[in-house]
Every structure is written in structure tokens, then in C-alpha cells.
């Protein structure tokens, strides 16, 4: 009835083969946005060009380093001094201009992070907030 049986598996197992390629290429080849994609807080810290400005090592850039930056001592450009606790970071990240740091100049974060809308995501400003706190000393 179905001819030669080893002629019927081999185009049956090409079928299925065949419909494997389709399938993944169809699965390649579905919109990135669709899939939930979290960043780490050093990819955002790289990701927003935090990395540009600020170290983790302690070493000079143009902003300040966060390396021992959490619970210290800051002096605004103001003169007033606050504690760089999470509720002084998470002001500073999302208006960098409401109380800058003395000795640095915040309308450049404010024009580097204007795009990036951080207002926005308080989840990712909560995880550039745990990385600097994690960078003690």
C-alpha cells in the first residue's frame, strides 16, 4: 500500500525535519519586545552611561566615585552637607539638578540621563541605588 516502507520513513523523518527549521526559524524571528528582558545593575550602570562618569573602584572621574559614596558625607553645591542614604540617591538619580554635589557640575548628568527618563523606573533606579551601596568602602 505505502510502496517501499524504508522510502516512506525517510521522507516522513524529512518532514519532520523540515518542520523543526520552520519552527525555529520562526521562533528567531519573533519581536525582541515581546520577551521581558531585565538588566543586572552593572548593565544598567553601563547602559545608562553611568560608567562614563562614575567609577566603582574609587578612582577620579567626572562624577563623583560610588565607591564608599553610601552613608557618606556629601557636601551640595549649596553648601548644605547631606547623608548619601537611598532616599538622597534616588532624588539625585532622577533630578540630578535638585541637589548636586559640590565640586561637580549637575547640569552634565542632568543632559547625559534626560533621555533615559528614571522618573520613570523606580525599579532600575532602586538597582543603580543597591549597586552603590553595595560598592562600600
Known sequence: MFGNPLLFTAKRLSLTALAAVAIAACASSAPTHVATHVLS???LYVTYGCADCHTLDGS??????WKGLYGSRVELSSGRFVTANAAYLVKHIVDPNAMTV????GSVMAQAIAADDLAHKPAEVRKLVALIKSVEH
Open 41 to 43: 545593575a552593572r548593565q
Open 60 to 65: 577620579a572621574g567626572t562624577g563623583p566615585t
Open 102 to 105: 559640590h565640586g561637580y557640575p
